[in-house]
C-alpha cells in the first residue's frame, strides 16, 4: 500500500496541527494529490426541529425568548459536535429504526459535486461543513461501509448487518429520475461517536469561510479548514 496520508502533514508542513493557523490554500489540490483519502466525512446540515437530544419545550422556548441557541444551521450543528465532542446518532432515513452516524468515503473535495437539495427531506445534503475522522479509527469502533442492494438483500442480512444496509436506487418524488445513493460512498457507525476518543492527528474540521474558521478554531482540537468551490 501507498503513503497514509495526514492532512495535518500538509496543512502545517510537517509540524503538529495548530489550531490558529491560516485555513488550507490548496486543499483542493491536495486531496486530488492523494491516491486514497484515508479520511470518513460527515457532514452537518440545518435542522429545522429540536436537536436530536433537545425536548420540543426547550427548542420552542429558544425560538420564542429569541436565543442565540436557536440558531440550528449547518455551522451551529457542528460547533455543538465540536462543543460537545460527540456526533449524535439518529434514525431518520435508516431502514429498520437504528440509530446510526453517517459518513461518506468521498474526499472532502468532491462534496460540492455531491451537494444536491432533496425535495422530500426538504435539505441540502453534503453542506461545506463538517468533520474528517480517520478511515482507520472510526473502523476501530465499529464503523463500516454500508451494504447497497435492494429489497433482497435486505432480507437475506444476518440482524447485525441490517443496520448498515441502503437501498441503492430510488425515484424522485418531483422528477421520477432513478438516484443512485451508492454515489455517497456511505460508512456507518452504530450509536453515538465519542469524539473524545479520537488522537489529535486524526481528525479535521471544515467550514465554508475563514470567519466561520475563526470561530471554531478556538474550540477545536483539530485543523479547521475552509472549503473552496471551483467557482471561487
Known amino acids: 500500500m501507498g503513503h497514509d ?45 429540536p436537536w436530536p437530544d433537545q425536548s420540543d419545550d426547550e427548542f420552542l422556548d429558544d425560538l420564542l425568548l429569541e436565543r442565540p441557541e436557536r440558531d440550528h444551521s449547518p455551522l451551529a450543528a457542528l460547533t455543538r459536535i465540536l462543543a460537545e465532542q460527540r456526533i449524535i446518532a439518529s434514525s431518520a432515513g435508516i431502514r429498520g429504526g437504528y440509530r446510526m ?29 463538517g468533520i474528517s475522522l480517520r478511515r482507520e479509527w472510526l473502523r476501530s469502533v465499529g464503523g463500516r461501509p454500508v451494504v447497497y442492494g435492494d429489497d433482497s438483500v435486505w432480507r437475506e442480512l444476518p440482524p447485525d448487518q441490517q443496520p448498515f ?19 455517497e460512498q456511505e460508512w456507518r457507525h452504530a450509536g453515538d461517536v465519542d469524539l473524545s476518543q479520537v488522537p489529535d492527528d486524526a481528525a479535521v474540521v471544515f467550514v465554508s469561510t475563514e470567519y466561520e474558521a475563526s470561530q471554531l478554531r478556538p474550540i477545536s482540537r483539530w485543523p479547521v479548514i475552509v472549503l473552496q468551490s471551483d467557482e471561487s
Do not use: M
Open 101 to 129: 452516524v453517517s459518513f461518506t468515503a468521498a474526499p472532502i473535495a468532491e462534496l460540492d459535486s455531491l451537494r444536491v437539495f432533496r425535495p422530500h427531506r426538504a435539505r441540502w445534503d453534503f453542506e461545506p461543513y
Open 5 to 49: 496520508y495526514d492532512v495535518s502533514d500538509e496543512l502545517h508542513d510537517g509540524t503538529e496541527p495548530k489550531n490558529d493557523d491560516g485555513p488550507a490554500t490548496a486543499i483542493s489540490q491536495f486531496v486530488a494529490s492523494t491516491r486514497q483519502w484515508p479520511y470518513l466525512t460527515h457532514c452537518t446540515r440545518r435542522r429545522d426541529g
Open 165 to 183: 444496509f441502503q437501498k441503492r436506487f430510488s425515484r424522485s418524488v418531483k422528477s421520477s429520475s432513478e438516484i443512485d445513493w451508492s454515489i
